[in-house]
């Protein structure tokens, strides 16, 4: 280094030195302005203005040798060889230009790194073909280690020079990588002319043809005015270049901030600009982005290497947004020339709206939407799941089947709102009550599931289900305590069921068994429950087609004054004679048609039929009509009825409706209106089976009944049971307090219609006067004014 400071210092003109670096500054900046031109030129102008950076620097290059040789003062006579002297500069040009083309190829990473050092390779070679141009009164010896030392320089600072000056379009870049560029050549050269020792020898002349110092002087100033001109175009070139392109970028950014999609412009990896979508989409300002590295953004590098592997193709990933939370983005890369070069665009697409849609989607297809609760098809497949594994591990699980009892009546009489409110609640309270592992879903409209696993005792299945029972106590949305229960169904696998089908079987089965034994209670399968409830499925399957088969007929009972044993009317009463199974009992297929709902159709036929065969009758009798609680809340019941009345001509006063107090009570308030309108029809009404139900006293004042039933069972037990006596007793009183007269039903003996005389009872109905028949074996009795009742009997009531 002493060498090559010793030789500036004391074998230089410094002020030579210093215009010598100040060129080499020049055509440096110069060179890395046209540098950049070249590179946002399109193909045809490219090669031309490759050219013009060559020759500036390559001018550039030669004109610092020349000049600083200018500086150097050997104090002995020097001239310069014309046709190496020229070499030289064709070498620099040259040399320039090859460096320059190879370090703007595109897709070469390293190009600039390359393109740089043979840049340096060119100075070298520039510099010692001007060297062996010099000729000079004496021997030059060289030190080979610096000549080494000032060709690795000028490579090593040359790349560096290129890798910064395109780096980017900043004027950073480009005044760094032209202090580089200048740094390579001046320490190339210095270190270079360290490496030269002249010694003096006279006997050396010079040749004549060489040029003089003073003219290569005048050819140096013209080459330096050539850079200085070239200069000027360089700089006028980047200003008009700058304008343009922050002209471009102001456009390219109003069109990108239309767009919905966040955009984002990489210049490699490094983020030039983006878009308003993008800054709003990661929450910060883009001067805080731009500039930034990609990767920054999209932290999986597979990812990212796929996106600019497959352009114009969708990636899905993860984009890290300014607070570090992840946020799942869909990204097309494309490349656009943008500023003369190519350049990456990113789309991000928001991926959250379409997440949250597909989760709502697989939410929706396995959860019940009303309570949150699983549904049938993730039920389903949680149970075969589930018996899979209590089969291999030899394990007993249970399957409890809940069913609302009084639903119904809350959605007609309270709204669906509150239905689905009570649902709700429901599925609340059970939930509160399930331990983890324990399933439980909603199956379809009030029918519930749980999924019990590893059960040891049958036992703990019984205690959840009175836990369940428990949790139900409630009183809400003004729906009374009482009016929902819920009746439980209990199977368990292995023991009653091999696979899901039988299994949920099996739970039903025992859920009707709960259901008919009193509602709100719970019930184990038993082997002997499969076997009725496809009875009672095969019952209602045939039912369904009982009326357009004629399988269906009406038997008539008469109604008779108790002390003269005139007949008042006829009960009507349905028979079902079944192809194969014979007199189906009412008992047996009237409540089968009352949960299926069937019994609206039926109810519908009886009471048409009913009416008809009354109004031909020549006597003016009653006829007793049962109708069940679905008819009396059904909507359009009263219309019916009057229109059944006024089709077949029968008085409405002969038409009586016989109303069970069950009937009432689940819905009362519906009840009272129909029974109002119906006696405003002047239709009769009598409340069947009194003293089995509810018996209360505020229902016979409340509705507007025209007689009371005593239910059979007690007749029978008069005379047996003194608490039956009681009963009739006190139900006969209650009709006279009330004006309500009385009738007694299922009278067999004249025991009994000897005793209800002289209890008071007015009417009676049972075998003694008559058994349930067609209405062609009575057919004496509703054309004529026959007494029914035998001899003695009528003695006996009369006495
Ligand atoms: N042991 C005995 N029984 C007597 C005597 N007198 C009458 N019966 C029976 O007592 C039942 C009286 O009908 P219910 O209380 O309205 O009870 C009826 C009624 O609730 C229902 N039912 C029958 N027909 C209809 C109908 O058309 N519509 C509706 N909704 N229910 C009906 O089926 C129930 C049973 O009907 P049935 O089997 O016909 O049974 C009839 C009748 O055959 C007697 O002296 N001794």
Redesign the pocket.
Same mark, same amino acid.
């Given at each position: 280094m002493l060498t090559v400071y010793d030789c500036i210092v004391s074998e230089h003109d410094l002020r030579l030195v210093a215009l010598a670096a100040l060129v080499c500054a020049l055509a440096s900046l110069t060179a890395v302005n046209l540098l950049h031109h070249v590179r946002r030129s399109g193909h045809s102008s490219r090669i031309v203005w490759l050219g013009i950076a060559a020759a500036s620097t390559g001018f550039g290059i030669w004109a610092t040798h020349f000049i600083a040789m200018l500086a150097f003062s050997p104090s002995l006579p020097t001239a310069y060889n014309v046709v190496l002297t020229v070499i030289s500069l064709i070498a620099a040009v040259a040399l320039t230009g090859i460096g320059f083309g190879a370090a703007l190829l595109p897709g070469l990473a390293a190009a600039p790194w390359i393109g740089g050092a043979m840049v340096g390779g060119g100075i070298a070679v520039m510099h010692y073909t001007g060297m062996a141009a010099f000729e000079v009164a004496g021997t030059i010896a060289w030190d080979p280690a610096l000549v080494a030392s000032s060709i690795l320089l000028g490579g090593l600072i040359g790349a560096a020079s290129l890798f910064v000056a395109l780096r980017s379009f900043s004027l950073r870049s480009k005044l760094v990588g032209a202090l580089l560029l200048t740094v390579a050549i001046c320490s190339h050269h210095f270190t270079a002319m360290g490496a030269v020792a002249i010694t003096p020898d006279p006997a050396i002349a010079l040749s004549p043809s060489s040029i003089r110092t003073e003219w290569l002087a005048i050819g140096v100033a013209f080459v330096s005015l050539a850079i200085l001109l070239l200069a000027v175009v360089a700089l006028s070139l980047d200003i008009r270049e700058r304008r343009r392109a922050s002209l471009e970028m102001e456009r390219m950014r109003d069109l990108t901030d239309a767009a919905v999609e966040g955009l984002v412009l990489c210049n490699g990896d490094t983020i030039v600009t983006v878009n308003q979508s993008f800054a709003r989409l990661v929450g910060l300002t883009s001067d805080q982005i731009v500039g930034q590295s990609l990767a920054a953004w999209i932290p999986d590098s597979s990812k990212r290497d796929n996106l600019f592997a497959a352009l114009g193709q969708a990636v899905e990933t993860e984009l890290r947004n300014g607070d570090g939370t992840l946020l799942p983005v869909e990204l097309i890369a494309r490349q656009i020339n943008y500023n003369g070069a190519l350049h990456n665009v990113v789309a991000f697409r928001d991926l959250r709206d379409r997440r949250n849609a597909e989760a709502q989607i697989r939410y929706l297809a396995h959860h019940d939407p009303l309570t949150g609760l699983d549904n049938r098809a993730s039920f389903d497949q949680r149970l075969d799941r589930e018996i899979r594994l209590h089969r291999r591990a030899k394990r007993q699980m249970a399957l409890l089947c809940l069913d609302l009892d009084g639903f119904k009546e809350v959605n007609d009489i309270y709204g669906h709102a509150t239905g689905d409110r009570v649902l709700q609640d429901i599925a609340r309270h059970l939930s509160a009550v399930l331990v983890d592992g324990q399933m439980l879903a909603r199956l379809g409209g009030d029918e519930f599931a749980i999924i019990a696993p590893l059960v040891t005792d049958p036992a703990q299945v019984g205690q959840l289900a009175d836990t369940l029972l428990k949790s139900l106590k409630w009183d809400e949305d003004g729906v009374p305590a009482g009016l929902v229960s819920v009746s439980i169904g209990i199977a368990l696998y292995p023991s009653d069921a091999k696979d899901r089908t039988e299994l949920l079987s099996s739970a039903d089965a025992a859920l009707y068994r709960a259901k008919t034994e009193g509602k709100g209670t719970y019930r184990f399968f038993e082997a002997a429950m499969g076997a009725q409830i496809r009875e009672r499925r095969s019952i209602e399957h045939d039912l369904r087609s009982a009326i357009a088969n004629n399988e269906l007929s009406l038997?008539y @009972?008469p109604q008779a004054q108790v002390d003269t044993g005139e007949v008042n009317g006829f $009960?009507? =009463? =349905?028979r079902w004679t079944h192809p194969t199974r014979g007199k189906v009992?009412? &008992?047996i297929f009237?409540p089968i048609a009352e949960d299926s709902g069937l019994?609206l159709k039926i *109810?519908e036929w009886?009471m048409r039929e009913a009416c008809h065969e009354a109004a031909t009758w020549m006597r003016p009798l009653t006829i007793a009509?049962?109708? &069940?609680a679905l008819q009396l809340t059904s909507d359009g019941f009263v219309e019916f009825v009057q229109s059944t009345l006024s089709q077949t001509k029968l008085p409405p006063e002969r038409l009586e409706i $016989?109303i069970t107090e069950t009937a009432l009570i689940r819905d009362p308030n519906r009840a009272l209106q129909t029974l109002q309108k119906l006696k405003a029809l002047g239709v009769n009404i009598a409340m +069947? +089976?009194f003293g089995t139900g509810y018996s209360s006293l505020s229902n016979l004042r409340a509705f507007p009944f025209d007689k009371i039933k005593i239910d059979?069972s007690f007749i029978q037990a008069v005379h047996t049971n003194p608490q039956a006596a009681a009963i009739v007793r006190a139900v006969l009183g209650l009709g006279r307090g009330l004006g309500l007269p009385v009738i007694a $039903? *299922?009278? $067999?003996t004249s025991e009994e219609l000897r005793f209800l005389g002289l209890e008071g009872c007015t009417e009676a @109905? *049972?075998? =003694?006067f008559g058994r349930?028949a067609p209405i062609a074996e009575f057919v004496p009795l509703i054309n004529d004014n026959v007494v029914v009742l035998p001899q003695p009997l009528r003695r006996a009531a009369a006495d």
């Open positions: 038997a @009972q $009960e009507v =009463l =349905l009992p009412p &008992s009237i019994i *109810g009886v009509v049962n109708v &069940s $016989e +069947d +089976d059979r $039903e *299922g009278v $067999e @109905q *049972g075998y =003694l349930p």
